[in-house]
């Protein structure tokens, strides 16, 4: 019998947090797979534009869940029009918000909503490990009160509250699926805090806390420190380029307040046996539920560190940078080859959708049973994995592959070891860290000069990577050192309580997963396909591969995502179960909540410039500045790109033959975007040929590594062509953000978002980048269909084939459909669609 199926049949349920990576795999299980759940309530704030537009939570409803890829399978399966008739049918969003009274709803909808809702599913949290206090105790603390208040107005309820393991702290051994005692604290378990503790005291007493850190900057010595900040920082981004960017007194004193919330959140934390703000306030939400759950039904649901789909929605899917994510980039990048941890201390995994399958399996089984129940979905039990074995797996996987897909030499990559978090941290300080530091006021001072401004931004951005790397180490370091196993009789108990059918369809038994083939050709090709918008080759490809280097112009759409990881810039990362409540499962929301995609995706510009730059590497500047540079033309510039083009112009005309169609869809002023399928080395000559007299405004976007490595291509491509430098390998957010700049100067660009030329004819998928670009800019993109040129002169091929070319413009795509109300990490996935819809629309010129 489906037990499983029938506990959920004609149930109303109401998710929150269902705009984060568990939120959305669990409403995409539900939709696939429990398709007689009577109604799904999804608990969504609502958003204000910077215009004030207002975005509805049905709005937000589609564009950050049932917009995501989660549901790309789903779609394809049902086509658009059923997917979306069968989403109106079971899913309503309703505005709400966990961090307020009554869930932030008015009285009839709270009263209504009580009268039809069975089954309540908290998934929302701060997941950030050391957000702001006060942030993390509205919505992780005090949350699940709310959630509990809610349930008793409901008709025999049950109620599912999402966890983490790690609200166990630093404890040590084997640890059982019991609740936490509202008066102990993991430092009372340990024997190191031997203060009182009860958890309602100790609430009010972290609200004093947040009080005093909030009247504490009205201090005169503060007031004085801050106004000699504010002085300091005007210099520097005089420096920088950027006068004024974040120096008034009130942004400071705002960054001040909440940088000594997250102090004051971390060092109690710590004090308490805790190893952060996230953990310290979680587990002080299950002692709220342990205290004040009455004769409710009660599932306590704790994940371990959760990572990409196993099987579902998609093998590998994720939508942002998870708690291993940034050491598997960092490493597949050679810039980590030592990570501080213990070597044989267990790293305690687990797929998202395996998660999902135990939360909604173990619901029917706490329910029959009643009372308290809590149910570990962890892996180190039962199959463990080890930080040495994981490493050894990763690094297996990076000799036959590298990590932005392109053909290198096949190497032996440096093992990692593992050195103590304290000789690594002394080591990084002492040889790296405080010389920068004191190189960089050197430098500030002679930021007067053209020399000076080059030397200190390239120091502050070595600095910014360093203090990202010592951030990240003291961060993660308690998570690879952790001494202890969760144990898993519960989820044991309630998978046997299981029918075969529900085993199948609802698996969450851990001991099936094959490390090796979970990391190597799950997760791993997961973060390339779901974050990179790469398409990874099978092991086999892989090794088959010959040795080669792509050097096509415009491989510009290397996308942004690859920059935000150590030490070239990360999201700040969260531990690993519940979603925010603006539903950023990996990413912290670092914008107001109501910035608009735009502003979200030049946030992700700006921050991945910030940390784009490897030690080593000087960046180069960015800006209006810089800009104009690239686009300026003097008068030998311009004799030589005209009579370039009018040469490529008879070459095609007379030898390959040449027609042109749509070229009326240009816009007629204003800077646009051309992208387009790339097949040839001709198809840049072919497009500026066909612009006519447009292509003097029109800029290629060249490959550094290969345009621009001896001074003979360098000078055709920019005298020639008028092309832009593209660095594909460290500086992809640089160059996106001079694309941008040089958009802002009413000039064009042309784009080739395959990342390089087919060698098989056929196009091959779009990169991410160029979706948020796009986004960032808010310029129409006109796409375009080159044909002939690859049977003319394909890949590897010297000399031209005559063959007759067409150039074919569609009608331009305008990105004000996408410019909604958005986080950063919606952002990405609104670029993904860009991107995705880019590709089409080029498709469908053939």
């Known amino acids: 019998m489906a037990r499983v199926q029938n506990y959920f049949s004609d149930k109303v349920v109401l998710i929150t947090g269902a705009t984060g990576l568990v939120g959305k795999v669990l409403v995409e299980k539900i939709l696939r797979d429990l398709p007689d759940v009577q109604q799904l309530y999804v608990l969504i704030r609502s958003r204000t534009t910077p215009n004030g537009a207002l975005v509805s939570v049905q709005e937000r409803l589609w564009q950050d869940v049932l917009g995501s890829t989660a549901f790309d399978p789903l779609r394809e399966r049902l086509g658009k029009d059923g997917f979306k008739d069968l989403a109106d049918s079971k899913i309503t969003a309703v505005k709400g918000d966990l961090s307020e009274e009554k869930l932030g709803l008015d009285t009839d909808t709270y009263t209504r909503l009580q009268q039809e809702v069975q089954i309540v599913i908290n998934c929302a949290a701060v997941v950030t490990f050391d957000a702001p206090l006060d942030a993390s105790l509205r919505l992780n603390t005090m949350g699940p009160i709310r959630i509990l208040d809610f349930a008793r107005g409901c ?68 007031r004085l420190l801050l106004r000699l900040k504010s002085l300091r920082k005007r210099l520097a981004q005089r420096a920088l380029g950027k006068p004024g960017e974040g120096t008034d007194l009130d942004s400071l004193r705002n960054d001040w307040v909440q940088e000594r919330l997250v102090q004051v959140g971390m060092n109690w934390a710590l004090q308490r046996g805790w190893s952060d703000t996230y953990t310290f306030t979680k587990a002080m939400g299950e002692q709220m539920v342990v205290r004040y759950r009455g004769d409710l039904p009660v599932l ?30 960092a490493y597949g990048r050679e810039s980590l080859p030592d990570f501080p941890g213990v070597a044989d201390s267990v790293l305690d995994i687990v797929p998202a959708d395996t998660v999902v399958n135990g939360l909604l399996a173990s619901a029917p089984w706490a329910n029959d049973l009643g009372g308290l129940h809590v149910v570990h979905i962890a892996s180190g039990m039962e199959n463990p994995l080890t930080l040495r074995r994981f490493a050894d797996i990763v690094r297996d996987y990076f000799k036959r592959e590298s990590l932005t897909g392109r053909r290198r030499d096949i190497r032996e990559l440096p093992r990692i070891t593992f050195p103590t978090r304290e000789a690594f941290l002394r ?28 030397k200190h931004r390239s120091i502050l951005s070595k600095r910014r990577a360093l203090d990202r790397l010592v951030y990240y180490i003291r961060i993660y370091g308690p998570y690879a050192q952790i001494l202890c196993q969760y144990q898993t009789h519960n989820r044991t108990a309630a998978w046997d309580a299981l029918s075969s059918e529900d085993q199948a369809s609802f698996n969450f038994d851990v001991q099936r997963i094959d490390w090796p083939h979970y990391i190597q050709q799950v997760h791993i090709p997961g973060i ?16 088959a591969e010959v040795v080669g280097v792509d050097d096509s112009i415009s491989s510009a759409s290397q996308n942004i995502e690859e920059q935000e990881v150590p030490l070239h810039g990360a999201p ?5 179960l519940e979603d925010s409540a603006e539903g950023s499962a990996s990413v912290s929301e670092e914008r107001p909540p109501s910035m608009s995609t735009a502003q979200a995706a030049r946030a992700l510009l700006t921050d991945a410039l910030d940390r784009t730059n490897s030690p080593g590497h000087e960046p180069s500047p960015v800006g209006t500045n810089a800009a104009t540079a690239w686009v300026k033309t003097s008068w030998p510039g311009r004799i030589s790109r005209g009579l370039a083009r009018r040469a490529m112009g008879i070459g095609f005309r007379f030898y390959l033959g040449f027609r042109v169609e749509g070229r009326d869809n240009l816009p007629k002023n204003g800077s646009f975007i051309i992208v387009s399928n790339h097949a040839s080395h001709l198809d840049t000559a072919a497009i500026l040929v066909a612009l006519g007299h447009r292509s003097l405004g029109v800029h290629p976007m060249a490959a550094t590594d290969y345009w621009f490595t001896n001074a003979t291509r360098k000078w055709f491509v920019t005298s020639c062509l008028g092309a832009i430098p593209f660095d594909r390998e460290l500086h992809v957010a640089e160059s996106l953000a001079l694309a941008a700049a040089v958009l802002e100067q009413e000039q064009a660009l042309l784009f080739f978002p395959e990342g390089g030329r087919t060698t098989t004819g056929k196009m091959q998928p779009f990169k991410r980048g160029i979706g948020l670009l796009v986004l960032a800019a808010g310029v129409p993109v006109v796409p375009v269909r080159v044909e002939g040129t690859f049977a003319a002169l394909p890949k590897g091929r010297t000399f031209l084939r005559r063959h007759p070319v067409l150039v074919r413009f569609g009608p331009p795509i305008s990105p004000d459909g996408y410019l909604q109300g958005a986080t950063k990490a919606s952002a990405m996935e609104a670029s993904r669609r860009v991107s995705t819809d880019l590709e089409k629309a080029v498709e469908a010129l053939a």
């Not at 990409?308 to 994720?318: D, I, V, Y």
């Not at 700040?572 to 690993?576: G, H, K, L, M």
């Open 572 to 576: 700040t990362p969260s531990i690993d």
């Open 155 to 222: 008709k025999d309820p049950m109620v599912v509250h999402t966890s983490t393991c790690y609200v166990n702290g630093t404890r040590q051994g084997p640890i059982p699926e019991e609740p936490l005692d509202p008066n102990t604290t993991v430092g009372h378990l340990r024997g190191v805090d031997r203060k009182p503790y009860d958890v309602d005291e100790e609430l009010k007493a972290l609200w004093q806390a947040v009080a005093d850190a909030r009247a504490s900057v009205t201090a005169p010595h503060r």
């Open 427 to 454: 080591r990084l300080k002492l040889r790296m860290l405080w010389p920068l530091r004191v190189a960089e006021e050197l430098t500030l001072l002679a930021s007067i000069t053209p020399w000076g401004r080059r």
């Open 528 to 543: 390339r396909r779901f974050l990179f918008g790469q398409t990874p080759r099978t092991p086999a490809q892989q090794d």
């Open 300 to 329: 306590i649901l704790r994940p371990s560190i959760i990572e990409s789909g196993l099987e579902a929605p998609q093998p590998g899917w994720l939508d942002g940078f998870r708690m291993l994510d940034p050491l598997i980039v």
